[in-house]
């Protein structure tokens, strides 16, 4: 299931909340994993057996890790199964086709037949399955086993506290990567108040106005020029085209996490940050510093940090930075698009690192976020088309390759998509927040009352685009 | 309770309200509603209440269904859509679910075809027309809204010329007689002859159709003095408003022609499956009470239909067949006054050969292909005829 969804707004979420105020407190981790389990089950009814493995495994692991304590060796056969078997399958549901394309490729046969692959005797067919938000609970749930084994955590040997943190639904299905720390003490001890609820209502509603109310809107506009064949796209509609995925992407993911974070809120969680203004960077370590914060973070200490980090000299940083980068690129999908940009943002942040940046900081500041949005918009063209050769040729239309510089068409998406693109500008700075801020320190119950208008107005609005997605008039039926 | 914590306690009341009253009249709703609801202004049936079996949970059927069964029964379902298409005009979008709605009327936006399909379709037309020598072939594609009103739109929005498409079709079936009836349609569109919130034409658009083809057809067309004008409805509101819910334009007026001096005797008969009614009056007055008004014009579509009129021999023109869609329909009562027998036929109806159908196409005298360019362009029956005749 997923948030922006009439069913969920209005069938799940009033359902479970209730259930969930009710019930009482030592049963409310058991509401947790059953919301879950549904929630999950009605986007992927095969799958969730997937998750449920994979939560087993890691719990057992804890427990057998938290027994053998203070002995090495079998602590660390425990860590390797959790991680091998998450990484396997990641390994089989996500990148089995990849790789399997990739061999017939070098090999230049077919020595794998994708179509009819098996594993471990069950047939399935590897392009076609990807369960949901299965890069989010595997990376959840091995943070903690690799915490327990780093001793940054206690072991839970509660089986229904386990399982409902991997399937606590705000944060299943797009992060953000929520890990085991971070909610290992209101796992056990939460209190949910009244601070925490108003909040939470509130991060709900702008997270889902940004995903149902910017992110539709400015994404139709990048759906129909991707659509448009390259030859005659003119340079104007080109950048038109990815600033629209640009914004798309940014309040999609951060209109999730937003709601995540609400969600997680009015349950008594407090779930990290996952974006902080990405768009304002003036440098590309910076973006990464403010762009799906969990994920960095995950990296950083479960990769970067094991590897040693920065501390063994310059080669061995740089060496440590290229493998974080790559698997960063890797991550996020099973196509050499995503690996190379990964590794092409693992350049930059290198080349950043060792004097790029100190020359940035010495520039204004304009010119920097100029740097940093440029190379930020051609990364979203890697991320977003359908292979490297589109991608190139996307790159070409954006400088000119198709000798148009402004048509017609361009300036009638500008036209229509102003106001929007106005919107997203102005949305994916930290001017709403400041204007918020100054308002309330000269008089606060306008805030406070004013923003009761705004967030309900917000959620009615959302209503009617939720409601529409499925108007469907079967005109021609009759005529 | 501390003063600052009302407004938070009155947010949280708010928010609790509105995601329980949403939910709570939607099931009341739904429980109250007929065993097969049907939505007149979607022209379907709602999804009725999924299976729920291993399979459909599996495959993930049940879900979807219940999505859209939920969603069908939606509280204030329409009011929720045409308030989200009001903000997306207030954020500049001009088009809305492929409509313009520009200068109080709505317009379909018409900016591509498949032209592979198209030219089956007049591929078939042309060996048709060759086939049948001896028989007077002609062909009127009337143009939509969008191009007599183009100048309304906004600039480079992607409408396709439809002229042009007019000229390509025409050119493509030279053993059909081409009826130019754009410039009549141009040169009168401060008149009313295109629906403001359907896609057809008006009855005076169809006259005007008329009018133009006589000169091709050989007929004397009736003048338009000799009609008394009918307002039978003057509360249409059609496909177009459909999509936008768009209350802002004023509803359509339906217009019946009738000749001042009395109607000729005729008699309809309405061929559908294996049933045939017989009717004494081209109009079908019960549509007038519901959504569909525009079927008010010789009735829904139906495979066949047969007209006989009583007029005198000197300007009776004979026997005519109709190959249509729906544009015909507001045609049809003119060409009545010049044609004593005409069979309607609808190929989008039809699946086997048309003397199955009991239609000899030898048996005619004139054969009249008339559509508009959006259905035209879009169908996929046409070329049908390859096989049928």
């Known amino acids: ?479 | 309770m501390s003063k600052q914590k009302i407004h938070k306690i009155l947010l949280i009341v708010l928010f609790s309200l509105i995601l329980l009253i949403i939910p709570i009249i939607t099931i009341i709703k739904s429980v109250n509603m007929p065993a097969k609801p049907f939505s007149e202004n979607e022209n379907r049936y709602l999804q009725e209440f999924p299976k729920f079996s291993f399979d459909t949970v599996t495959d993930k059927s049940f879900m979807q269904d219940f999505e859209t069964y939920f969603s069908d029964r939606f509280v204030l379902r329409e009011e929720w859509i045409s308030m989200k298409n009001n903000f997306d005009r207030l954020l500049g979008k001009r088009e809305i679910k492929g409509i313009f709605t520009e200068d109080g009327r709505m317009i379909e936006a018409w900016k591509e075809y498949d032209e592979t399909s198209v030219n089956a379709n007049l591929a078939a037309m042309e060996s048709f027309a060759q086939k049948y020598k001896n028989v007077n072939m002609y062909f009127m594609l009337a143009p939509n809204a969008q191009e007599i009103y183009s100048d309304t739109l906004p600039a480079n929005c992607g409408a396709a010329n439809q002229k042009n498409f007019i000229k390509m079709c025409y050119d493509a079936t030279p053993s059909i007689k081409g009826i130019d009836i754009y410039n009549s349609l141009a040169a009168a569109k401060e008149e009313y002859i295109y629906y403001r919130t359907d896609h057809h034409w008006t009855s005076l658009g169809a006259y005007l159709g008329y009018q133009s083809a006589a000169s091709v057809m050989k007929y004397n067309p009736i003048s338009l003095d000799k009609f008394s004008i009918e307002h039978a409805s003057n509360s249409f509101r059609g496909t177009l408003y459909s999509k936008t819910l768009d209350d802002s334009i004023t509803p359509d007026t339906i217009d019946f022609y009738t000749l001042a001096n009395g109607e000729p005797e005729l008699s309809m008969t309405v061929y559908r499956g294996t049933s045939a009614n017989t009717y004494d009056s081209l109009y079908f007055r019960d549509y007038l009470e519901k959504k569909d008004k525009y079927s008010a014009f010789l009735g829904t579509n139906v495979p066949k239909l047969e007209i006989t009129t009583t007029i005198p021999k000197e300007s009776d023109s004979g026997s005519l067949l109709v190959i249509k869609d729906s544009y015909a329909h507001s045609l049809i009562p003119f060409l009545t006054k010049n044609y004593s027998k005409i069979t309607v036929i609808d190929l989008r109806y039809i699946n086997g050969a048309l003397s199955d159908i009991d239609v000899n196409i030898s048996d005619y005298q004139s054969v009249l292909f008339m559509y508009n360019v959006i259905t035209f362009s879009e169908d996929t029956n046409v070329k049908k005829l390859n096989f049928m005749a």
């Open chain 1, 1 to 479: 299931m997923v948030f922006s969804t009439s069913v969920f707004l209005y069938l799940f979420l009033p359902l479970t909340l209730i259930i969930y105020y009710i019930a009482p407190k030592k049963s409310k981790n058991f509401i947790i994993l059953l919301s879950g389990l549904l929630f999950y089950s009605w986007g992927e009814p095969i799958y969730v057996v997937v998750m449920l493995i994979s939560t087993m495994i890691d719990y057992f692991a804890g427990l057998v890790m938290n027994k053998f304590e203070g002995r090495k060796l079998p602590r660390r056969i425990c860590l390797i199964v959790s991680v091998v078997m998450n990484l396997g399958l990641l390994g089989v549901f996500k990148y089995s086709g990849f790789i399997a394309e990739n061999i017939n490729a070098i090999a230049g046969q077919q020595l794998i037949d994708i179509n009819n692959m098996n594993f471990f005797g069950i047939e399935f067919l590897p392009m076609n399955m990807l369960p949901i938000g299965i890069s989010f609970f595997t990376f959840q749930s091995m943070s903690y086993t690799i915490d327990l084994y780093l001793g940054n955590v206690k072991v839970q040997k509660n089986p229904i506290s386990f399982a409902a943190f991997v399937t606590l639904f705000p944060q299943i299905v797009a992060g953000p990567i929520v890990r085991y720390d971070d909610v290992a003490k209101e796992l056990d001890d939460r209190t949910i108040t009244i601070d925490l609820i108003y909040d939470g209502i509130i991060k709900f509603i702008i997270g889902l106005g940004k995903k149902v109310l910017i992110a539709n809107s400015i994404g139709s506009l990048w759906t129909e020029i991707k659509g448009l064949d390259l030859g005659g796209v003119s340079v104007l509609t080109s950048w038109l085209g990815i600033l629209a995925f640009t914004f798309q992407i940014y309040f999609d993911f951060s209109g999730y996490s937003d709601m995540a974070v609400g969600l997680g809120k009015m349950m008594g969680f407090n779930f990290p940050k996952n974006f902080d203004y990405p768009y304002m960077s003036k440098s590309i370590s910076e973006f990464w510093r403010r762009w799906h914060i969990t994920l960095g973070s995950w990296f950083k200490s479960y990769v970067y940090f094991p590897l040693g980090g920065n501390r063994k000299g310059l080669p061995r940083t740089v060496l440590n930075l290229a493998i974080v980068w790559f698997l960063t690129g890797v991550w996020h999908g099973a196509s050499w698009n995503f690996i190379l940009w990964g590794s092409l943002y693992g350049v930059v942040i290198i080349i950043e690192k060792l004097f790029l940046g100190k020359v940035l900081k010495k520039l204004p500041t304009a010119i920097c976020s100029i740097y940093t949005m440029l190379l930020v918009i051609l990364g979203w063209v890697l991320f977003d088309t359908a292979d490297l050769p589109t991608a190139g040729n996307y790159i070409a239309t954006m400088f000119g390759a198709s000798g148009i510089l402004v048509d017609g068409s361009a300036l009638y998406y500008l036209s229509t998509y102003a106001i929007t693109f106005i919107i997203c500008i102005i949305g994916c700075t930290d001017l709403p927040k400041k204007a918020v801020e100054l308002v309330r320190k000269k008089c606060t119950p306008l805030v406070n009352y004013g923003g009761i208008a705004v967030m309900a107005g917000m959620l009615v609005l959302c209503t009617a685009y939720l409601v529409d997605q499925t108007y469907n008039p079967f005109l021609y039926f009759n005529f």
